[in-house]
């Protein structure tokens, strides 16, 4: 059933060629709308008038002063737009006087779109008579219309009929011409199931197609042309963000994504959203990466759309899709795990708690080049990095990877703890190895869900987590100050005044690993170098030589830790005397000293006696 709508009725003085279309020959066709004019009744009119927008067309004028008449005229117009009219007068001859209005009606095209063709009985609607003698009585002007027109009343007969206007109406819409996009053209679909938005704080924006536009070199000011159109009908609006493209990734898809590297248009981020986008951009030479994204969830469907390049002069530029071919596709791992209240760690690698912080091995068979991403989910609570060590395998006893104790073998990190959805690192051509990558939060204590992705050229890597630790573990904090401040063994008179340890190894039928690690409390950065000695003894030294030294740290360094893994064979000795020192004496400071086995072992304070 088609709605009628009674709106305010601009009358139009009747011209002599009204049969004429006014309208423009070049504009743009919506569709085509042909009404038959049937009959009327209950209402005495010589002819009838029907428009839209700028067109009339004018029926057979009819003789005789008749309530009822039947017509065969046939109106047609043209429809250049949705939001358009359909108006039908009916008009009285007069001989001498002008022509008098008797009715009209006024319908929106747009009721006719889904159908095929409508025929039925409309109600006549006429303006409140003017004052006689008034000649704006039949064709009053638009400027006084609007008042006129909220009183307008239905025509009734002396009988109290309401008159009507049957017709039958039919739209038919225009098959436009297929657009033909300049320039480099591609064809797309958005995947199934993604969330959409926009690439800024979007951790989804990795899943967005990319293609990769390069400005040629000795290109100065080009004005790139992208358009952005989907199919007919689609419901789904989108838009484009362009990045720029660094020769880390050699062809292959962007992974990582900083705010600054986004090229603004009228400073915004992207075009506005829209079913169709155009935008142009004025960029210098150089690479960049095109992000067509979807502003909503495509959940449960997928659509297509095509994107094109072109500038004035299309030899300036190049267009391709990421990756630029099968073989430069990333290998994508991923974990899903969370910091709790036993694994929030925090990111402070000159404390003790960042070793608490999830670690993940990942294991490379080839030189490759490398991508760490840490991604969360909520942005608001979290300030996020992580570290990549190499591990070293005379850290860790046994053949199965632990959880590493000694912050060493650094081969990158963020650059710093960030609130964002996700934060990575670069890491070019990472020697053949395993590597231990620890995710942590800038604030220990702070919980929650993260995503760990790792994206590699070497398609036989593997990521795996780390959870296994020590079964044996033995710590003892203490401090070095007044005369327990002795220095290093360079100093042999004051050495033995630093705080002395015993270490016990039970008995075996086979040998035994331990680690020794040293820690040194240290705020903010780390100006002292620390070692220790592992003597062969029972008891708390007086004297120190060579013969009593089983086992040391490499050196005294400037280190926040420093370990010493050594082997205890059957027949060795199974107590041991460990003195820690800061390389000069005098340097008062907190210290922790650690012992771990796959054995039992203890670790102890020295008595003060000898």
């Known amino acids: ?57 004018v029926s057979e004028l009819k003789k005789n002063h008749s309530s009822s008449h039947h017509f065969s005229d046939i109106f047609n117009f043209k429809v250049s737009r949705k939001d358009v009219d359909l108006t039908v007068e009916v008009w009285r001859k007069k001989l001498i006087m002008k022509d008098k209005l008797a009715g009209y009606l006024v319908l929106p095209v747009s009721n006719f779109f889904d159908e095929n063709s409508v025929t039925g009985w409309y109600p006549l609607v006429k303006p409140k008579k003017e004052q006689a003698g008034d000649d704006k009585s039949h064709h009053p002007s638009s400027s006084s219309s609007s008042s006129s027109s909220s009183k307008d009343e239905e025509v009734s007969t ?75 009908g689609s419901s789904i609006r989108a838009s484009f963000s362009i990045v720029h493209y660094d020769d880390f990734y050699k062809g292959r898809r962007k992974v990582m994504m ?71 596709s990333w290998k994508e791992m991923c974990i899903d795990a969370q910091w709790d209240e036993e694994t929030a760690g925090g990111g402070d690698i000159l404390g003790l708690n960042w070793r608490l912080n999830p670690q993940f091995k990942l294991n490379l068979t080839q030189k490759t080049d490398v991508c760490v991403v840490l991604e969360q989910d909520d942005i608001t609570s979290k300030s996020i990095g992580c570290y990549v060590l190499l591990l070293d395998p005379s850290s860790s006893i046994g053949e199965e990877a632990r959880k590493v104790i000694s912050y060493a073998g650094e081969v990158g990190k963020t650059d710093s703890f960030k609130f964002l959805c996700s934060v990575g690192i670069k890491l070019p051509q990472l020697s053949p190895g395993n590597y231990i990558i620890i995710p942590c939060t800038y604030e220990d204590k702070i919980c929650g869900p993260f995503h760990l992705l790792v994206y590699t050229e070497d398609h036989a890597a593997s990521l795996s987590p780390l959870v296994s630790s020590y079964p044996h573990i033995q710590e003892i904090k203490e401090e070095w100050k007044d005369e327990k401040a002795g220095g290093s063994p360079n100093h042999p008179s004051t050495f033995i005044n630093n705080p002395q340890f015993i270490l016990n190894v039970p008995s075996s039928p086979s040998p035994v690993e331990v680690i020794v690690q040293l820690v040194q409390e240290s705020a903010n950065y780390v100006d002292t170098s620390i070692g220790f000695l592992i003597l062969n003894a029972k008891q708390k030294m007086q004297r120190v030589t060579k013969e009593d030294i089983f086992a040391q740290s490499a050196a005294w360094v400037p280190k926040v830790d420093v370990t010493c893994k050594f082997t205890i064979k059957p027949e060795d000795p199974r107590v041991f005397v460990i003195i820690p020192s800061t390389f000069k004496p005098d340097v008062v400071r907190k210290f922790q000293l650690n012992a771990y086995s796959d054995q039992p072992i203890h670790l102890s304070s020295c008595s003060s006696s000898p």
């Not at 059933?1 to 060629?17: D, K, V, W």
């Not at 994204?293 to 030899?315: L, M, Q, R, V």
């Open 1 to 57: 059933m088609c709605s009628i709508r009674t709106l305010p009725y601009y009358y139009h003085t009747i011209i002599s060629n009204m049969s004429q279309d006014s309208s423009s020959s070049s504009a743009a066709s919506y569709g085509a709308l042909t009404v038959k004019v049937l009959e009327t009744r209950d209402v005495s009119i010589n002819f009838v008038i029907g428009r839209v927008e700028m067109t009339s067309r």
């Open 158 to 232: 002396k009988k109290g009929k309401s008159p009507e206007i049957r017709l039958e109406v039919k739209f038919t819409k225009t098959a436009l011409p297929k657009e033909v996009l300049p320039g480099f053209v591609f064809e797309d679909t958005w995947a199934k199931d993604i969330k959409g938005g926009g690439i800024v704080n979007n951790r989804y924006w990795i899943k967005y197609p990319q293609y990769l536009l390069t400005v040629l070199p000795g290109t100065y000011g080009c004005d790139v042309f992208l358009k952005l159109r989907q199919p007919e």
């Open 258 to 328: 900083e705010t600054s590297e986004i090229v603004q248009v009228d400073h915004f981020f992207c075009p506005i959203t829209a079913v169709s986008v155009d935008a142009t951009y004025n960029l210098e030479e150089g690479r960049y990466v095109i992000v067509p994204f979807p502003e909503d969830a495509t959940t449960g469907h997928s659509c297509k759309f095509t994107i094109s390049a072109s500038s004035k002069n299309i030899s300036e530029i190049s267009f391709c899709r990421l990756p630029q071919n099968p073989d430069l």
